[in-house]
């Protein structure tokens, strides 16, 4: 009951808390990387897949993966601001993507792999995209998105 004893009211709350991080902050450096370099095979994540597989992943394997993908979007030109929409489904590789945006700064937009071809359009001219990680079966759409946004 910290909060209550500080903050008498949630208008006080709302108009008084502050988080204090430093400017420099970068979660997938700072937290993951730092908790792979202290335990390396510390369990990150069990995922279970659709047909019932279990997986399990390391702080390191996502510090290494995550490494990868970094490395190789910012060969691809993304840099820190750039806004990436992930239309990923409920895939290890969202996280892993996620970490690799982080590292280098730029921002994730999550959406769905429902969205139609208008919708695409619509979230990639207004967030001013500078690309889209997504999953092969909406490849289709992303390209006719594509398309109708360049004209």
Not at 97 to 121: C, E, F, N, W, Y
Request: aromatic share 10%; charged share 25%.
């Amino acid at each position: 009951m910290l909060i209550k004893q500080q903050y008498p009211d949630y208008d006080t709350f709302r108009a008084e808390y502050r988080v204090e991080a430093p400017q420099d902050f970068n979660y997938s450096v700072d937290v993951i990387e730092r908790i792979a370099a202290e335990e390396p095979q510390r369990r990150a994540m069990i995922h279970v897949s659709p047909t019932g597989e279990v997986q399990e992943y390391t702080f390191a394997w996502f510090t290494e993966q995550s490494c990868r993908l970094a490395t190789a979007l910012a060969a691809q030109g993304v840099k820190k601001g750039d806004r990436i929409m992930l239309i990923l489904y409920r895939r290890v590789e969202f996280w892993v993507s996620m970490l690799a945006l982080h590292r280098i700064g730029a921002i994730a937009i999550p959406a769905t792999a429902q969205l139609t071809v208008k919708d695409i359009v619509f979230r990639a001219v207004h967030a001013q995209l500078a690309g889209i990680i997504a999953e092969d079966t909406v490849l289709e759409r992303i390209q006719a998105a594509r398309r109708e946004s360049d004209n």
